[in-house]
C-alpha cells in the first residue's frame, strides 16, 4: 500500500474532493450527472447517481480525521455560508480567513499530485509535505487564486482539474516544472499553482517562479496566497461563466515566461 501524502503512514482512508457538509448543502433529491477521469485506464467514465463522491484515497486515517478534520471546520466557518447560499452578499475575509482558504486549496494540489502519480515521484518534497501537516506551511512557489462562478438558479455545480508540465527553454539550467489545481463547488472556484526548478542546485540558490494576477483576470480572480496582509472583500466584481470559467480552468496549459538574469 502506497504512504500518506503527509506522513510516512500507509494511505489507508479515502479523502472526499468535495467534502460531505459541502454536499449536504444540494437538494437530496436530485440526479447528479458526474464525469470521472479512471487515472489507471485514462479514460473518462460518465453516470449518474443521487449523492456525489469523489474521493483520492492518498491520505491515512490519522490524518484524514485529524487535522485534516480541523482544516475542514475552519474552512466550513469562513465559506459555508457563501459556497452556495447567500450570492451577491458581500463578505469581508481576514488574512488568518484567507490562509485558510489557501490552505484548503494546497491540500487540494498535493491529493490531486498523489491521485495522478502513478510510478512518478510526488511533485512537493515529503519535508514540505511533513511541515503543510505540522504547520499548514504552504512552500514558496505556490499561488493560490478565489473566483465566483456564475450563480444558476437550481444549477449545481463541481469540478476538479489538475495540469502539470515544464519548459521548454534551451538554457536546461533555468528549466521548471509546474503543477496546478482547479477546483470549483457552486459559487466557489479555487486555482492553486505551483512552480519548481528542474536544476536542485537552482532550487537551493534561487527563488522559484511565481505567477501575479494578470490584468485581464483581475476583475473576475483574486491572489490570495502569497497573504499580502490585507482584507479582501467577496465576491470580485465579475464573475465566471461558463465559456470563462473553461478558459480560467485551462490558463496555465500553456504560458510564456521570460526570465531575467
Not at 473518462?44 to 447517481?49: C, D, M, P, S
Not at 488574512?95 to 515521484?121: M, S, W
Request: proline share 6%.
Amino acid at each position: 500500500m502506497k504512504k500518506c501524502a503527509f506522513c510516512t503512514r500507509p494511505a489507508d482512508s479515502p479523502e472526499h474532493i468535495f467534502s460531505d457538509w459541502m454536499i449536504e448543502l444540494l437538494p437530496s433529491d436530485q440526479r447528479y450527472v458526474c464525469n470521472e477521469r479512471i487515472v489507471s485506464r485514462d479514460e473518462y467514465i460518465r453516470y449518474q447517481r443521487r449523492k456525489i463522491k469523489f474521493v483520492a484515497k492518498a491520505v491515512c486515517t490519522p490524518c484524514n480525521n485529524g487535522w485534516m478534520s480541523d482544516l475542514e471546520g475552519a474552512l466550513k466557518s469562513i465559506i459555508g455560508d457563501v459556497l452556495v447560499g447567500n450570492w451577491g452578499a458581500i463578505k469581508t475575509f481576514t488574512p488568518e480567513q484567507l490562509k485558510i482558504i489557501a490552505a484548503f486549496a494546497f491540500k487540494t494540489l498535493v491529493l490531486a499530485n498523489h491521485k495522478d502519480l502513478g510510478k512518478k515521484r510526488p511533485f512537493f518534497t515529503r519535508h514540505q509535505r511533513s511541515l503543510f501537516r505540522r504547520e499548514l506551511a504552504i512552500p514558496a512557489g505556490v499561488s493560490v487564486f478565489l473566483a465566483a462562478r456564475e450563480h444558476v438558479a437550481g444549477k449545481y455545480y463541481g469540478f476538479w482539474k489538475s495540469v502539470s508540465g515544464d519548459s521548454k527553454s534551451k538554457s536546461t539550467s533555468y528549466n521548471w516544472m509546474m503543477y496546478s489545481c482547479t477546483w470549483n463547488f457552486q459559487n466557489i472556484v479555487l486555482q492553486a499553482v505551483a512552480t519548481k526548478w528542474k536544476s536542485h542546485t537552482h532550487r537551493k540558490s534561487q527563488p522559484p517562479i511565481t505567477f501575479p494576477e494578470g490584468d485581464d483576470w483581475k476583475p473576475a480572480s483574486l491572489q490570495i496566497w502569497p497573504l499580502n496582509g490585507t482584507n479582501l472583500e467577496w465576491p470580485p466584481n465579475y464573475c465566471l461563466g461558463p465559456d470563462s470559467l473553461l478558459h480560467y480552468r485551462d490558463r496555465f496549459e500553456n504560458i510564456s515566461v521570460q526570465l531575467l538574469r
